[in-house]
């Protein structure tokens, strides 16, 4: 029988009920016990030993960024589900050859189909999450697909940070990513922030593009310091013969249309007000077992209460509120 993760590892309280949430509005007819399980599963990759990065508490920043960038998407709970799905796979932070990548992205979209269509979300909507997985892999999406847009810009928005910061990312990617050599892991992180590097902007939406200064200059620095030791451990690793960066235009999805804005339709219901309740808070004993429980450096400023009379599903930011209120009691 598999372990409750909820509440463990570091792992805010308002996470799993986001899925729950993310789920029902995506119309999936699954019971919110059945839901929950799902969650646990995918919690359970999200928080496997190896991801010293990309973790649960990574997952809730990434939440957290689609929550902040929501105002320009069609549909914010089709992104936080994609968010959810992405822990399927292993992370991509580094450059992987055409046939290793695109293996990557069909497992999390099978992953993604099977376990949505065992939750009763319609297969419209599934092909939309698959389509929206792609984008958010290979983190290029035009600028009239304003879903993908949003779930590239949360998922880049951890390059904008402070330097400090940014080391502890590149020192917790190099041991995420333990089985390459100093050699060959220089050379594919470099390949990656070089097709970063390349684009005109790394940020498409209007809040995304404050970050674009500090993430490029991170990414440069980085860039320099993997040129830097390469020149030493073998300069042949600079060369990059035979390969060419992708072009923003190159790529394509692996559906047949990308859609510039969702054709799903939504009942106006489901967007407005929802009966769900409030997320299950961890209790004192379930706390005492969780180390480094807070996730405060990725909880934004508070928003104000839903007027009495309306339950509303509540977003990362006013979820990790009610968690710090229940703390407090």
């Known amino acids: 029988m598999q372990e409750n993760y909820s509440g463990r590892c570091g792992t805010p309280a308002w996470l799993l ?8 509005a995506a119309q999936a007819t699954a019971t919110e016990e059945q839901l929950s399980l799902a969650g646990e599963k995918l919690l359970f990759r999200w928080g496997a030993p190896h991801r010293i ?16 960038l929501s105002g320009i998407c069609h549909d914010a709970d089709l992104l936080r589900i994609v968010a959810w799905y992405l822990g399927a796979v292993e992370p991509v932070s580094v450059y992987l050859d055409d046939q290793v990548f695109d293996a990557r992205v069909e497992e999390c979209q099978a992953y993604l189909g099977n376990s949505a269509s065992q939750l009763g ?42 330097p400090q910061e ?6 917790a990617i190099r041991e995420e990513n333990a089985k390459l050599s100093d050699f060959d892991y220089q050379v594919a992180r470099r390949r990656f922030v070089r097709r970063l590097l390349k684009r005109k902007s790394l940020f498409k939406s209007p809040t995304g593009s404050h970050w674009e200064a500090i993430a490029r200059q ?37 559906s047949t249309t990308i859609f510039k804005r969702s054709a799903i339709a939504v009942p106006e219901a489901a967007v407005e007000e929802t009966c769900c309740v409030l997320p299950r808070f961890v209790t004192k004993t379930e706390e005492a077992q969780s180390q480094d429980y807070s996730s405060l450096e990725f909880e934004p400023d508070v928003l104000d209460k839903a007027p009495i009379g309306v339950v509303r599903r509540l ?7 009610q968690a710090a209120k229940h703390k407090q009691l």
Request: aromatic residues 6%; contains cysteine; charged residues 25%.
């Open 17 to 24: 009920r986001s899925f729950v949430d993310s789920m029902l």
């Open 53 to 68: 990065f990309h973790n649960t508490r990574y997952l809730a920043s990434l939440i957290s960024h689609i929550d902040e």
């Open 121 to 162: 979300v319609p297969a419209e909507t599934i092909s939309r999450l698959q389509e929206l997985v792609s984008l958010a892999l290979h983190h290029i999406s035009s600028v009239t697909e304003l879903d993908g847009t949003v779930i590239i810009d949360a998922d880049l928005a951890v390059l904008a940070c402070t």
């Open 166 to 171: 940014y080391k502890k990312f590149r020192l």
């Open 218 to 254: 991170n990414l440069e620095a980085e860039l320099a310091n993997l040129d830097a030791s390469l020149e030493q451990l073998d300069p042949q690793g600079l060369s990059d013969a035979g390969w060419v960066p992708v072009e923003e235009t190159d790529i394509s999805t692996t």
């Open 315 to 321: 977003s990362a930011k006013e979820l990790a509120r």
